[in-house]
Each structure stands twice: as structure tokens, then as C-alpha cells.
């Protein structure tokens, strides 16, 4: 009888996780529209600031501060989705999960440090819109340092596949772990994954993580945060270029 009941606990705990992984990657979808929305924002904002209309500017910026805050309450959720769904166990009594939730989700918010305005995504929008009329100059308050170091900010954790050596912008098929989100090409992941007889750790250096071929995945999101690497890559190529060449132009006391 006590085993009936442990069976039937299990299939209820197992059912709870397919429901929450599910959940999961209608969010991850939801969040990877909106980083697609705020790159099309970026395009319309560089416009704008070409044509000198920059209370249009203003306005977009406004737009993409309420975007940005959806994108972190989103991520929120997830964070929140899956922890209730590791933690649930049946009990006697019917669960409140929209309670749960909600708790979960005021827990992981309240440990955010992250204000909209100082979002890693509002800097880029910002900055791309700097670059327009100040391309190489840092931004009012900020040195060069700084904003190189927050431009690149973002949740990709490693720039280049640990076994190829390749750029993730050069993977013919990338793939994350959902356990340590590092970023590996497909079939260098999987063929290392065999060869370890399927008992393999993250190939990144220093990750303690174990890596299992159904859980690296093309997750939604990583193809936009990917396109948005290499955006990044372009426009911090033009800056260097721009810098080199003011670089080149002559002093007054030259010309004189």
C-alpha cells in the first residue's frame, strides 16, 4: 500500500514538471519576442536620432523602459515556475499554485537588483542611440571601460564553444545547456557527451556542472541573444574603426 502511494506521489511530482518545463518554454518564447522587439526599437530609435527627432526618442525610451521591465517580470517567472515545480510534493490537502507562484515570484523579484533604467538592455539601447551622433566617445558620466563592460552584459555565459574553439557566432548549431547555460556547437556536445558513456562534465573550464544530451537544447532565446552578439561584434568593429581614424586626423599645431 505504502508503495501504491509512493508511485502514485512520483507520477503526480513527474506530471507537475512536464506541466512547469512546458510553462517554461511558452515564457522563453514570450521573452525572446520582446528581445526582438527591443532590437526593432533600437533600428527605429537610430532613425529618429539621424533625423534629429529626439522627443520621439525620448518616447521610445520610455517604451522600452515598460519592454525591459516585462522582459526581467518574465525571466522572474521562470525562475519562479521552476523552483515551485522542484519543490512540490503531494500533500493531503489541494495546492494553491497560483499562491505558490505568486510567493515564488515576489521571493526571486525582491532578490533582483535590477531597476529597468540600469538594465543592461536599457544601456544598449541607449548607447546604440549615443553612437549615432558619438561614435567612439563615451557616454555623459561614464568611461570607456564602463560601457564596454555593460554593452557586452548579457545571459550568454561563455563567447566561444569550449570544444570547438569556435565563436558562438560561428556555430553552425549551437545549443545551451539548461543546467550551467553554456554554449556548445550540437554535435561536438553530443559526441562528447557518448564518449564519456553518458557521465559527463561541462567541457567549460571550472563548470562543476554534469552535462546530459536531452538537456542541451536550442532554447528560443539563444538564437536572438546570439544575433544580438553579433550585432554588438559589428558595432564595436565600426567604434574602433571611427576611433582609428580620428586617431589619423591631423592636430592644429600639425597643420600649422
Keep these: 500500500m505504502a508503495s501504491t502511494s509512493a508511485s502514485r506521489s512520483d507520477g503526480v511530482s513527474s506530471r507537475i514538471r512536464r ?3 512546458n510553462l517554461n518554454s ?3 518564447l514570450l521573452v525572446s519576442d ?3 522587439a527591443l532590437n526593432l526599437m533600437k533600428d527605429i530609435a537610430v532613425d529618429l ?3 534629429n527627432q529626439s522627443d520621439m526618442v525620448k518616447q521610445l525610451e520610455n517604451a522600452v523602459a515598460e519592454l525591459v521591465e516585462a522582459h526581467e517580470n518574465c525571466l522572474h517567472y521562470s525562475s519562479a515556475i521552476h523552483s515551485v515545480a522542484e519543490a512540490y510534493r503531494p500533500g493531503p490537502e489541494l495546492t494553491d499554485f497560483k499562491k505558490l507562484l505568486d510567493t515564488e515570484f515576489e521571493k526571486v523579484k525582491a532578490g533582483s537588483s535590477s531597476h529597468p533604467q540600469n538594465h543592461p538592455l536599457m544601456h544598449q539601447f541607449q548607447q546604440t542611440v549615443w553612437n549615432v551622433h558619438h561614435a567612439g566617445q563615451p557616454m555623459p558620466g561614464e568611461e570607456q571601460e564602463d560601457i564596454i563592460m555593460t554593452s557586452t552584459e548579457s545571459s550568454i555565459k561563455n563567447l ?3 570544444l570547438t574553439g569556435k565563436h558562438i557566432t560561428e556555430l553552425t548549431e549551437p545549443v545551451r545547456s539548461m543546467d550551467c547555460k553554456h554554449i556548445y556547437e550540437k554535435n561536438a556536445i553530443l559526441i562528447y557527451i557518448k564518449s564519456h558513456h553518458n557521465n559527463a562534465k561541462c567541457p567549460e573550464s ?3 556542472k554534469m552535462v ?3 538537456r542541451v537544447i536550442c ?3 539563444l538564437l536572438v541573444e546570439i544575433e544580438e552578439q553579433r550585432t554588438l561584434s559589428r558595432q564595436t568593429a565600426r567604434t574602433d574603426v571611427v576611433e582609428d581614424f580620428t586617431e589619423m586626423e591631423p592636430h592644429d599645431e600639425d597643420s600649422t
Design 26 to 28: 511558452d515564457n522563453q
Design 160 to 162: 566561444k564553444c569550449p
Design 219 to 221: 532554447d528560443p532565446l
Design 49 to 51: 536620432e539621424r533625423d
Design 212 to 214: 546530459d544530451a536531452k
Design 34 to 36: 520582446i528581445r526582438k
Design 206 to 208: 571550472a563548470c562543476p
Design 19 to 21: 506541466a512547469a518545463s
